[in-house]
């Protein structure tokens, strides 16, 4: 079999070699996929018993909670029948002390035939207010969006329940009709345990489960009793047309039910949370059986494709081979073995090696050239308006006879000629660029006395170190130039050096306290609040000079002002 494929590839180009594994991979593949098939209809058929088994519950909640409900109603209905109440509700002439204890005695009467029930309130639309309760319960009277949302005779459920003595009591409210003549009484309201709601459900809870149930989006019954009065937003997309939504891969299966009942004004709803987890044991179980076969056959795959891909990754490996050997010696001859379309690759790969070594050193040469003419471009781009304002204040100097500042003004001058051309080096001292930097702050400082001060914090060991030179004078002058612009106060530059625990970079910071800036000063503009080309070129230059890892950096500082930050090499002289 060995030789049927080794000639298979030797006489046939690779991509009819690669057309026949593809094919034989495909076979395997369209296997896999008939068992992952399988599992996925296994899981649908979970789905469906799940779902049949949420209905029935459902429907046993549902027909519990109903009953409930219809009891409340019923009893409800029976104080409207009371032709009596009517008559001493409506009755003008009667004493108002009488009439709050003959109305309290028929309910109290009510209360004790109707165990589901603890307090009646009655509240007529005169604004009479009567209650009676058992076992003296204080509760507050109902609210007036409470007593708003009751628009019909239908039961309307409070989605406020109240707490009182550790126990929630929840109102459910009608309106107060005299069904003999149709006259508007005002509003009834009876108060039941949220424990009587609790009781439908309570026995029923699987584990990892939660029941709870709503009103108008609200808590009103929970096993958790602080949840209770909160709100819950469950979006429809969670549960389809049948109220239930069964994902495997969903963390836990929702489902909503929705009490549809002629007596209810408001929504009633039953929500139930189970953990997917403890549902799908069964077919998890299913699943490690499937994972076990899929692993063996993938191994067999594998195994297979091993062996019937190698001898075409030998001639792979020997063309890989003599590549290595091309690197460290391109000058040795390399003999090609392959008799398909490697051995054009391997032969265009020859011819392409030798192209790129000589455009690389042509390119070399070329960048190099191009790299010097750039620094010296940008080095000429100083701002000759420096020398022509430091002239300009020699010379009021000396109009005014003031010959120590003329001497200070000169010599600073001076030795900012002579450090900032340095004999045409590109790179000098860290300890010269402070000193270049130093003659600048000199004249600027006899030009504006008293504008700003000036504050060196840079250790001995990086004094030696070598900086592309100008380049912390562009950032001293934007500083003076941009930064102090119409300040109130004196300004404070300070310049501070240091260097990683590695010793592979430098960090330098030239920071002010002045009025910061609008836009990035890196980048050139006409705007009198940015740092113009001079900071632009100072980047260049330090990207030029150090590469794409290195530069220059602006921030605002937190209490106002702005910080350059530079990253340089370390390298001493």
């Given at each position: 079999?060995?030789?049927?494929?080794?000639?298979?590839?030797?006489?046939?180009?690779?991509?009819?070699?690669?057309?026949?594994?593809?094919?034989?991979?495909?076979?395997?593949?369209?296997?896999?996929?008939?068992?992952?098939?399988?599992?996925?209809?296994?899981?649908?058929?979970?789905?469906?018993?799940?779902?049949?088994?949420?209905?029935?519950?459902?429907?046993?909640?549902?027909?519990?909670?109903?009953?409930?409900?219809?009891?409340?109603?019923?009893?409800?209905?029976?104080?409207?029948?009371?032709?009596?109440?009517?008559?001493?509700?409506?009755?003008?002439?009667?004493?108002?002390?009488?009439?709050?204890?003959?109305?309290?005695?028929?309910?109290?009467?009510?209360?004790?035939?109707?165990?589901?029930?603890?307090?009646?309130?009655?509240?007529?639309?005169?604004?009479?207010?009567?209650?009676?309760?058992?076992?003296?319960?204080?509760?507050?009277?109902?609210?007036?969006?409470?007593?708003?949302?009751?628009?019909?005779?239908?039961?309307?459920?409070?989605?406020?329940?109240?707490?009182?003595?550790?126990?929630?009591?929840?109102?459910?409210?009608?309106?107060?009709?005299?069904?003999?003549?149709?006259?508007?009484?005002?509003?009834?309201?009876?108060?039941?345990?949220?424990?009587?709601?609790?009781?439908?459900?309570?026995?029923?809870?699987?584990?990892?489960?939660?029941?709870?149930?709503?009103?108008?989006?609200?808590?009103?019954?929970?096993?958790?009793?602080?949840?209770?009065?909160?709100?819950?937003?469950?979006?429809?997309?969670?549960?389809?047309?049948?109220?239930?939504?069964?994902?495997?891969?969903?963390?836990?299966?929702?489902?909503?039910?929705?009490?549809?009942?002629?007596?209810?004004?408001?929504?009633?709803?039953?929500?139930?949370?189970?953990?997917?987890?403890?549902?799908?044991?069964?077919?998890?179980?299913?699943e490690r059986y499937t994972i076990i076969i899929f692993t063996i056959t993938l191994a067999l795959v594998l195994i297979i494709a091993f062996i019937f891909t190698q001898s075409l990754l030998n001639q792979y490996t020997r063309f890989k081979k003599n590549i290595v050997e091309f690197t460290y010696d391109p000058k040795k001859k390399i003999r090609f073995k392959s008799s398909n379309e490697l051995h054009e690759l391997e032969e265009s790969f020859n011819v392409m090696v030798t192209t790129i070594n000589r455009l690389m050193k042509q390119n070399s040469i070329a960048n190099e050239k191009q790299r010097e003419a750039e620094i010296k471009a940008l080095q000429a781009h100083i701002n000759p308006h420096f020398i022509y304002n430091a002239l300009d204040s020699i010379t009021c100097m000396a109009k005014m006879a003031n010959q120590p500042n003329i001497e200070k003004t000169a010599y600073a001058l001076a030795s900012f000629f002579r450090i900032g051309l340095s004999g045409g080096e590109r790179l000098i001292s860290i300890r010269d660029e402070l000193e270049h930097v130093k003659s600048y702050i000199q004249v600027q400082q006899t030009r504006y006395p008293d504008k700003f001060d000036v504050e060196f914090d840079v250790p001995e060991e990086l004094l030696n170190c070598k900086i592309v030179k100008i380049t912390l004078q562009p950032l001293v002058e934007n500083c003076i130039k941009h930064g102090f612009k119409g300040i109130p106060y004196r300004g404070k530059i300070t310049i501070m050096g240091t260097k990683d625990i590695e010793s592979k970079y430098i960090i330098i910071t030239v920071s002010d306290n002045g009025v910061g800036f609008k836009t990035s000063p890196l980048f050139p503009s006409d705007d009198t609040s940015s740092g113009g080309y001079g900071v632009y070129n100072v980047q260049r230059r330090l990207k030029l000079e150090y590469g794409e890892n290195y530069g220059l950096m602006y921030e605002k500082n937190e209490h106002g002002g702005t910080t350059a930050i530079i990253k340089i090499k370390y390298e001493i002289n």
């Open positions: 079999m060995k030789n049927f494929f080794s000639r298979h590839i030797r006489t046939h180009s690779l991509k009819s070699v690669i057309i026949c594994y593809i094919a034989i991979f495909s076979v395997i593949s369209v296997t896999i996929l008939s068992v992952i098939s399988y599992f996925f209809m296994s899981n649908i058929i979970v789905k469906s018993y799940l779902s049949s088994y949420m209905k029935s519950v459902y429907s046993n909640f549902e027909h519990t909670l109903t009953n409930t409900l219809t009891q409340i109603n019923l009893s409800a209905l029976n104080i409207t029948t009371w032709q009596e109440l009517y008559t001493i509700l409506l009755n003008t002439d009667m004493n108002a002390e009488l009439k709050r204890q003959t109305i309290e005695a028929d309910m109290r009467e009510f209360l004790n035939n109707h165990n589901m029930i603890f307090a009646v309130d009655i509240i007529t639309n005169s604004g009479e207010y009567y209650r009676c309760s058992k076992n003296n319960l204080q509760l507050p009277i109902i609210s007036d969006d409470f007593k708003n949302s009751i628009v019909s005779s239908a039961m309307t459920v409070g989605n406020r329940p109240i707490l009182y003595n550790g126990e929630y009591y929840i109102a459910i409210g009608n309106k107060f009709y005299n069904y003999y003549n149709s006259y508007d009484v005002g509003y009834l309201v009876l108060y039941i345990k949220e424990s009587e709601l609790y009781s439908i459900y309570q026995d029923s809870v699987l584990e990892d489960s939660v029941f709870f149930i709503l009103s108008d989006n609200h808590i009103i019954s929970h096993s958790d009793k602080s949840a209770i009065g909160s709100m819950v937003y469950i979006p429809t997309e969670l549960y389809n047309d049948k109220k239930l939504s069964i994902s495997r891969y969903s963390s836990n299966i929702i489902g909503k039910y929705q009490l549809q009942q002629p007596i209810l004004a408001s929504e009633v709803s039953i929500v139930t949370i189970l953990s997917s987890a403890s549902l799908f044991n069964i077919v998890s179980k299913m």
